[in-house]
């Protein structure tokens, strides 16, 4: 009993390593730069073991999105919980996805905009995938009135994740960016 437990541990802490060692490859050097040869490396196992906990890279991605998920939803709920009314939650929610987004590109691609294997929109829908989209459709409950809070929350995220996706991209001018964000979010507060 006491050797399975280590054992599993063992496992875990591998798997974190791994998770740990493709978001740092992701950030400083880009996802395609991402290889299980390099991960091998880095955690200084072999790409057998590696193979032994994720099918190849693109589990691997989807392992660092969901991480990103939690991540991201723990900030929106510290910024909807520091804001004083409704519509200031609506702004510190924006606002800090936007951060996130800027802050953490490569985990922003791996959640959002590169191909991974995880279902949204779905049932079999991650917990912490779950718990963002939850903290965005709480912050926007207020304001949505007689919309479908899904669908209201929907269309809420897809201008966020617009705003971004185009201003990361050098589409949109960066010096409007706040100014983007302010116009989505009175467009969306009635």
Do not use: N
């Not at 009314?85 to 800027?102: L, N």
């Not at 929109?121 to 207020?142: I, K, M, W, Y």
């Not at 991209?169 to 467009?187: A, K």
Request: glycine share 4%; charged share 30%.
């Amino acid at each position: 009993m006491v050797i399975q437990a280590r054992r599993e541990r063992e496992r875990a802490e591998r798997e974190r390593a791994i998770v740990a060692a493709a978001r740092e490859l992701a950030e400083s050097e880009g996802w395609d730069a991402v290889t299980t040869r390099r991960l091998a490396a880095r955690i200084e196992y072999s790409q057998p073991v590696l193979y032994s906990h994720f099918k190849g890279k693109d589990a691997i991605m989807a392992a660092v999105a969901v991480e990103g998920f939690a991540e991201l939803a723990g900030d929106l709920a510290a910024a909807r919980a520091a804001a004083t009314d409704e519509r200031q939650a609506v702004v510190d929610v924006a606002t800090a996805y936007a951060d996130f987004a800027e802050r953490r590109p490569a985990l922003y691609d791996a959640m959002f905009t590169l191909a991974v294997d995880l279902p949204f929109a779905s049932q079999e829908v991650p917990v912490d995938l779950a718990r963002g989209f939850a903290e965005l459709a709480e912050t926007l409950r207020p304001v949505a009135a007689d919309d479908d809070l899904e669908t209201f929350t929907e269309t809420f995220w897809s201008g966020l994740h617009g705003l971004v996706t185009l201003m990361r991209s050098g589409r949109l001018r960066r010096t409007d960016h706040e100014r983007r964000l302010v116009l989505l979010v009175h467009r969306f507060c009635r």
